[in-house]
């Protein structure tokens, strides 16, 4: 059973545009949730990360809105550009485990083309 | 990528082979997890340790094993590899004390080929 399901998994946008991935959870007792972003040949980077005691968060051009009610979050990327295009991974854990462990989305490939 | 080195970097083997990876990390972090990370499948943790020969099983933990004597390795084992066992091979670390984020950070990866 997938605990965090992403779509789209692909996702192709003009340079200048706004990409949106989007994520939903089933599990009420998840209470944070990071975006991951990889570029091909790497590992996975933390991109931003939101708790559900706010709705959004921004960071420069990426933004987390989270809607607790509908157990869904999404990420945001404002003003795309070819550096944005990479995999992006959103997840979910509960602080209160003792094991830390992330659960992860399918991933979105993004390309953004000139 | 946060003192985490891989090793090795790719490797080619054959089925039914034993095959050990290797993840070294220099954080002095707690939690270890090794991932596999496979198109259309995302990320999904194999096993991971939450201390020095304190480990446990993830989702896909069928064919592999691990190992962590020390608190800066943690050994991933192919039993008897199998071509359904060719994928990219993520380690992370986490060290949970450092509140309030819970952010993993990924080594490099191993791709690994089984023919």
């Known amino acids: 059973q997938q605990q965090v399901k992403q779509s789209p998994q692909s996702l192709i946008v003009q340079k200048g545009g706004i990409s949106i991935i989007n994520c939903a959870y089933e599990?009420?007792?998840?209470?944070?949730f990071p975006w991951y972003q990889q570029f091909p040949g790497k590992g996975p980077a933390l991109l931003i990360a939101i708790r559900p005691d706010v709705s959004e968060k921004k960071e420069g051009r990426f933004t987390i809105s989270f809607n607790k009610s509908a157990k869904q979050f999404s990420l945001h990327i404002m003003d795309s550009q070819p550096g944005d295009s990479a995999t992006y991974f959103c997840?979910?854990?509960?602080?209160?485990?003792?094991?830390?462990?992330?659960?992860f989305g399918r991933g979105t490939q993004l390309t953004v083309w000139p | 990528d946060a003192g985490i080195t891989q090793s090795p970097r790719h490797k080619v083997t054959e089925t039914g082979t034993p095959v050990t990876l290797r993840c070294h990390q220099t954080?002095?972090?707690?939690?270890m997890y090794w991932y596999r990370q496979d198109p259309g499948h995302g990320l999904r943790l194999i096993h991971y340790s939450y201390g020095v020969k304190d480990t446990d099983k993830g989702e896909v933990s069928d064919g592999y094993s691990v190992s962590r004597s020390k608190t800066e390795d943690f050994l991933l084992t192919l039993e008897s590899a199998t071509s359904s066992q060719t994928s990219v091979y993520f380690c992370?670390?986490?060290?949970?004390?450092?509140?309030?984020?819970?952010?993993?950070?990924f080594g490099p990866g191993t791709r690994l080929t089984v023919l």
């Open positions: 992370a670390i986490s060290d949970r004390l450092a509140v309030p984020t819970d952010t993993q950070y």
């Open positions: 997840a979910a854990n509960t602080r209160g485990s003792t094991l830390g462990r992330l659960y």
């Open positions: 954080e002095n972090h707690r939690y």
């Open positions: 599990n009420t007792a998840f209470d944070y």
